[in-house]
């Protein structure tokens, strides 16, 4: 599984540009990650992502804002760490973001399809690492599908499901 994330975009043409990269690939599912927009606005590029991208390939949207208040909204939704400990526990999501064994064990209370797992490996952004020791180590603690996140790129795939991923997750590496 490949899993894109958006990096911040500041309007449609550069979503579009977005999703001209993304399409090269084989992804299954795109976060629209975007912390200054307000949910209303998330939903407006939602449509135009949709639009643009193969039906194959489902749209996820990761609100800065508590999710659960858009709860028709909740198939197509991320949670991010922080809102992980927030939400109803009876709520569909379709990921949210872990780090830590504490948020995995948050995460398996929660109804998901998998979980993000990050980071695994060092980056100029978060210098500290899991590794993909303890990365293998916390993948077996969720009761869910995890994907790698962090420092990864496409040729990082086959060594991730050597260590218990499902797949991949990234910002950059799909922007080429």
Not at 1 to 25: N, W
Not at 48 to 58: M, Q, T
Not at 148 to 156: E, V
Request: net charge positive; hydrophobic share 45%.
């Amino acid at each position: 599984m490949l899993y894109a994330i958006t990096p911040e975009f500041e309007d449609y043409f550069d979503l579009l540009q977005i999703i001209k990269s993304v399409r090269k690939h084989d992804i299954s599912h795109l976060l629209l990650r975007n912390k200054n927009l307000a949910f209303t606005d998330i939903l407006k590029y939602r449509a135009l992502a949709i639009e643009h991208l193969p039906s194959s390939v489902k749209v996820v949207m990761n609100p800065h804002e508590l999710p659960f208040r858009y709860k028709k909204y909740n198939t197509h939704l991320h949670l991010n760490s922080r809102n992980l400990f927030k939400v109803p526990k009876s709520t569909s999501w379709v990921s949210a973001s872990c780090h830590n064994l504490r948020e995995i064990k948050a995460a398996n209370e929660l109804n998901l399809e998998f979980i993000l797992l990050s980071p695994v490996l060092k980056t100029i952004k978060y210098p500290n690492h899991l590794g993909w020791k303890s990365f293998s180590l916390l993948a077996k603690e969720s009761k869910h599908p995890v994907i790698a996140l962090g420092g990864l790129n496409l040729n990082s795939l086959e060594e991730a499901l050597q260590f218990g991923a499902r797949g991949i997750a990234g910002i950059s590496m799909f922007l080429s």
